[in-house]
């Protein structure tokens, strides 16, 4: 594992978030709803950015001061967004990745790798959608989640 920021927040009482990457509109609006709560209540998230939703959602979270995980499906990046690198200077942000950087880009066994790593570290899981027969269902069903849609 390869972490960047502040592996103190590995202490913090985390949430996990996944989202199957095509969603219902109305799960959508959910998922935002639920990270502005999570962001307005201080509490921790873990969150990967490969689909659009996670990244909208992260988008939410990092606006806010309260610690969060983000969780790659590839190497660590070498170039950050300044709203990243803002909030690791600032102690809030830890980003790991399970891969060596030589791991460039995301594929299906990466993100499911991922996956497993959020629902390894999260304290409680919750799911903003997943589509029926799909790689996310067929993860979760042996783990125990709340789903928002």
Not at 10 to 27: D, E, I, P, Y
Not at 84 to 91: G, Q
Not at 118 to 144: F, M, P, W
Request: aromatic share 6%; hydrophobic share 40%; glycine share 6%.
């Amino acid at each position: 594992m390869i972490y960047h920021g502040n592996q103190d927040i590995l202490k913090h009482h985390k949430v996990g978030f996944l989202c199957s990457q095509r969603c219902t509109a109305s799960a959508v609006i959910s998922c935002f709803d639920w990270a502005k709560v999570q962001r307005d209540k201080g509490h921790c998230v873990i969150i990967g950015n490969h689909s659009q939703i996670e990244k909208d959602v992260f988008d939410i979270l990092i606006r806010g001061v309260q610690p969060m995980i983000l969780v790659l499906a590839r190497g660590m990046m070498k170039v950050w967004d300044a709203r990243v690198l803002e909030a690791i200077d600032e102690k809030r942000l830890l980003v790991l990745s399970p891969f060596e950087p030589s791991v460039s880009r995301v594929s299906r066994k990466t993100a499911e790798i991922r996956n497993h790593k959020i629902i390894e570290l999260a304290d409680e899981l919750v799911i903003g959608y997943k589509s029926k027969g799909g790689q996310l269902d067929a993860l979760l069903k042996n783990h125990r989640h709340h789903s928002l849609a």
